[in-house]
């Protein structure tokens, strides 16, 4: 299984940016994906979630700014991010949450390459 992620760059502070992350393989199903981001010299930490049953959680830091949606028949999730702020720069990284393989075996974790985005002031 792979995740692959898109849609980073450099954007001006409010302005808008969406990323993509495509999940590639032979997946079953995947019960929750997400975005988490790392900023220079941080810990990784939580921005978006959502679950197969569209169930959303957010970071507080993100909340009305950020909206997380997917497609579950392309295995892909998407983070809109509107508002941006200077502090929102970091690495995003794309994250699936128990994939169920077609072959069976346990359900596992996968995380994506990391798309960077940085927002100018």
């Known amino acids: 299984v792979q995740l692959q992620a898109s849609g980073g760059g450099l954007v001006q502070a409010g302005g808008s940016l969406r990323l993509s992350c495509a999940a590639s393989g032979s997946i079953s199903s995947i019960n929750a994906m997400g975005w988490y981001r790392q900023a220079p010299g941080k810990q990784r930490e939580l921005v978006a979630t959502i679950t197969s049953g569209g169930r959303t959680n957010y970071a507080d830091s993100v909340k009305g700014r950020f909206t997380i949606s997917r497609d579950n028949a392309k295995n892909t999730v998407y983070l809109q991010m509107n508002i941006l702020k200077p502090e929102d720069t970091a690495v995003y990284y794309c994250?699936?949450?128990?994939?169920?393989?077609?072959?069976?075996?346990?359900?596992?974790?996968?995380w994506g390459q990391g798309t960077e985005l940085t927002v100018s002031s």
């Open positions: 994250n699936a949450d128990s994939v169920a393989l077609r072959y069976g075996g346990t359900l596992r974790n996968y």
